[in-house]
């Protein structure tokens, strides 16, 4: 990341745009975390410990709505990576294009045009985003586990909310180099799951802080990018764009 800040440090201008597409996501999901704590947490947790000695009710009630709150904040990271990135598209791919510029990086593919992109990109999203949230209620499942599960299923929610902004953070230059398959960028992140987890759980912990996701979502998508080039390595595939 530190890497990727050097860059935005010389265009200070676009590190500035690309604060604003945050800004106005993070106070929709904000909001929303907001709504789901005051007014569904209550319920779903009174609801799952029905079964509970009434002894250690109340105990069981707020471990399991903290666990909740927990899993919440997994998705909505992954969600407003994924929103972000939508919204502000043709900010974020000129800050990846800069950093592509002042670091190197694989040749570009023949380009999509306008509309499949979109379409893909949309496509793409709904998956990453579906499947952060089924493996979100498998980690809550974890989290039911007596004594432990409060803490294997937090890990276990880190752990996913990590894989997926990798998946999401990587996307733009993969797709500019011809990988466009999201089972490829699965692919390069499954194959080096230390690298990935090593930038990926850093940026869910910073994403997860309204403010600092404000301040920092420009840094971290010029950090992807950098990210996406070590985790492609030197034998992936390449589609030189004639005339380039």
Same mark, same amino acid.
């Given at each position: %990341?530190?890497?990727?800040?050097?860059?935005?440090?010389?265009?200070? @201008? &676009?590190?500035?745009?690309? %604060?604003?597409?945050?800004?106005? !996501?993070?106070?929709? %999901? /904000?909001?929303?975390?907001?709504?789901?704590?005051?007014?569904?947490?209550?319920?779903?947790?009174?609801?799952?410990?029905?079964?509970?000695?009434?002894? $250690? #009710?109340?105990?069981?009630?707020?471990?399991?709505?903290?666990?909740?709150?927990? &899993?919440?904040?997994?998705?909505?990271?992954?969600?407003?990576?994924?929103?972000?990135?939508?919204?502000?598209?043709?900010?974020?791919?000129?800050?990846?294009?800069?950093?592509?510029?002042?670091?190197?990086?694989?040749?570009?593919?023949?380009?999509? /045009? %306008?509309?499949?992109?979109?379409? #893909?990109?949309? @496509?793409?999203?709904? !998956?990453?985003?579906?499947?952060?949230?089924?493996? +979100?209620?498998?980690?809550?499942?974890?989290?039911?586990?007596?004594?432990?599960?409060?803490?294997?299923?937090? &890990?276990?929610?880190? !752990? $996913?909310?990590?894989?997926?902004?990798?998946?999401?953070?990587?996307? *733009?230059?993969?797709? #500019?180099?011809?990988? @466009? #398959?999201?089972?490829?960028?699965?692919?390069?992140?499954?194959?080096?799951?230390?690298?990935?987890?090593?930038?990926?759980?850093?940026?869910?912990?910073?994403?997860?802080?309204?403010?600092?996701?404000?301040?920092?979502?420009?840094?971290? /998508?010029? *950090?992807? /990018?950098? &990210?996406? *080039?070590?985790? @492609? +390595?030197?034998?992936?595939?390449? !589609?030189?764009?004639?005339?380039?």
């Amino acid at each position: %990341m530190l890497r990727g800040l050097t860059v935005l440090l010389r265009v200070p @201008r &676009l590190a500035l745009l690309g %604060m604003v597409p945050p800004l106005v !996501v993070s106070v929709v %999901m /904000t909001t929303m975390l907001a709504l789901f704590g005051f007014l569904a947490l209550g319920p779903l947790t009174e609801f799952a410990t029905g079964w509970v000695p009434e002894s $250690i #009710r109340m105990l069981a009630r707020v471990l399991l709505g903290i666990l909740a709150m927990v &899993l919440a904040i997994v998705i909505a990271v992954v969600l407003f990576a994924s929103i972000t990135l939508a919204v502000g598209a043709p900010i974020y791919e000129k800050i990846s294009e800069s950093v592509q510029q002042a670091f190197g990086g694989a040749a570009l593919a023949p380009q999509e /045009t %306008m509309f499949a992109s979109v379409v #893909r990109g949309l @496509r793409q999203s709904a !998956v990453v985003v579906g499947l952060s949230l089924l493996f +979100g209620v498998a980690a809550f499942a974890l989290g039911l586990i007596p004594v432990i599960g409060g803490v294997v299923g937090s &890990l276990a929610g880190a !752990v $996913i909310a990590a894989f997926f902004i990798v998946v999401e953070m990587i996307s *733009g230059p993969f797709d #500019r180099w011809g990988m @466009r #398959r999201l089972s490829e960028k699965f692919g390069a992140v499954n194959r080096n799951r230390a690298l990935a987890l090593g930038f990926g759980l850093p940026a869910f912990l910073l994403l997860s802080v309204p403010l600092l996701a404000v301040l920092l979502f420009p840094v971290i /998508t010029a *950090g992807g /990018t950098l &990210l996406a *080039g070590e985790l @492609r +390595g030197e034998d992936g595939p390449v !589609v030189v764009q004639p005339g380039r």
